[in-house]
């Protein structure tokens, strides 16, 4: 079985083809970085006209290189959120209309488990229970799974997502745009105990987080050294708020797999990419009991061989072909893995 996927929820055109499950055909991705840039953030409206302008060329690059005929093409799966809804539009219109015009099942994916289906492309195979965790510039959410169709949200910040307090903090220091990577560059020259900063919600009893606290207490520190005409530690600072963050994350991730007997725990988004964050998952769940799943740093940004491989599995266990599935921008968890 080939499915077609389609991304557009954020500032990533992505267009990729896969077959049953697990084999990339094609897995293209166009980012829209250098465009967003000079604005220090993604500019939704756009996003969205980028979007527009990318899709089809990317398409036609996408099945040229394979050397794919649309009737060969079993299903069209598409992002349908969460996200920015501009961007959602472009690719959920793209793709219904695909989907009509081949004669095949349109697949409405959940951007937020596709990113916890990123391992299972690898060949992974998920064993319940299972804790997963998901940290992008939007989410940052923990969810708990007996099965496929029992799947749920445990919790998830209260205020700013993970990347997004990376992308902040990058700006207080400087570091431009996108925050996540200039902040993990910066920090390794860096002495993360310099400068202790909190690490809201650690002990809070539940499986919620709060990035605002930590992003604040990082502006204060610049402020007050700026007032003593003293130069910005950027390395330093960078390195205490990775740490901080990375902890928290870890922290309530290790507690979820404890208090669930998780056999498997997954981490997906594009925070994933963070080597700090990555070597301590490995340092903490070692168990052989236990398979800690990560995919490779492409396969956990943003891209659509995570959503045409979804797609393949919501197809096979009879979803799909649902005209009714529109972009949500506020999409949420729901139920099950699907
Ligand atoms: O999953 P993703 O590609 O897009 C969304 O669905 O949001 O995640 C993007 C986020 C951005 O906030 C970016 O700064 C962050 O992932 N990110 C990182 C790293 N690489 C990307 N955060 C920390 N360390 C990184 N190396
Ligand atoms: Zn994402």
Known sequence: MIILG?????????????????????????????IHRPFGGVVPEIASRAHLQTLVPLLQEAMDQIGIKPSAVDGVAYTRGP????????????????????????????????HLYAPCLEGNVLKFPLV?????????????????????????????AAGEAFDKVASLLG??????PAVEKAARDGDPDRFQLPRPMLKSGDYDFSFSGVKTAVRYLVERIEREGEPIPTADIAA????AAVEVLVAKLQTAAKAFRARTVILGGGVVRNGELRHKVQKVFTSPEQQLLISSPDLCSDN???????????????????????ADPNLAWGVGLL
């Open 83 to 114: 996200g920015l809804i501009g961007s959602l539009l472009v690719g959920v219109s793209m793709g219904k209309a695909l989907a009509y015009a081949w004669g095949v099942p349109p697949i409405g994916v959940n951007h937020l488990k596709a």
């Open 175 to 180: 570091l431009g745009f996108p925050g996540g």
């Open 240 to 243: 205490g708020f990775q740490a």
């Open 304 to 326: 659509a061989a995570m959503i045409a491989g979804l797609g393949c599995l919501i197809l096979a266990h009879g979803g799909g072909g649902d005209w009714e599935a529109d």
């Open 6 to 34: 389609i991304e557009t929820s954020c500032d990533e055109t992505a267009v990729a083809l896969v077959k049953d499950g697990t084999e990339i055909l094609v897995n293209l991705v166009s980012s829209q970085i250098d």
């Open 132 to 160: 997963g965790l998901i940290v992008s510039g939007g989410h940052t959410l923990l969810v708990e799974a007996d099965s496929r169709e029992s799947a749920w949200s445990l919790g998830g910040t209260r205020d700013d």
